[in-house]
């Protein structure tokens, strides 16, 4: 080992040493962790409410305090494509239509995750999430939430912007960070003209004509 490498070591706090060890989900204690929470979050409700996070590392990096009007909820999502909702199969058209399975959904897993707490618990603002765990079947994300009416929240100077009416059920509207990932926000520049302020918006503006009134 060398100098270099060993001070890093000694002066890593304790955050980061935890956030090494997430880096390396291969590893024999990790997997094992991962089984073993697996087994337990399968045996559990869809949506679960936590004491505390389970990565209290990647929960304050997100926005997560300790303090009261704060709450984390742990969310599990089906894992897979979406298969097409069609009676018995039977899409009624051209051949072209027609396929069933292996369609893929636009929106990402923890978007979705985000949306089904967000419709679920309609009193608190979602802030963001990130990912927990998953088997062959399930996805687990860890849900991070402000109270908006929370005397505590209302009266942080940092937190209290999402107490304004703007940020109401803003994960339904792609405005929370996974949101703004499935509608290509993190995209910048020439090769993204077709995706601000939305791709609907965008194709509108393209194929609407202007006239004026005396032409």
Known sequence: VTVSVLYCVINMGAFTYINELWKKKSTDAMRFIGRIRSWEY??????????????????????????????????????????????RGITYGKPKTAGVTGIKLNKNKRAIAEQRLGAKIGNVRVLNSYWVNEDSTFTWFEIVCVDPSHRVIR?????????NAV??????????????????????????SKLRPSVRAAWRRNNTHHYWRFR
């Open 42 to 87: 399968r045996n559990q409700h869809a949506i679960v409410s936590l004491r505390r996070p389970t990565r209290p590392e990647k929960a304050r990096a997100v926005g997560w305090k300790a303090k009261a009007g704060f709450s984390v909820f742990r969310v599990r999502v089906r894992r897979g494509g979406r298969k097409r909702p069609m009676h």
């Open 167 to 192: 940020h109401k059920r803003r994960e339904q509207r792609g405005l929370t960070s996974a949101g703004r990932k499935h509608r290509g926000m993190r995209h910048k520049g020439h090769k993204a």
């Open 155 to 163: 009266n942080d100077p940092r937190v209290n912007t999402f107490v």
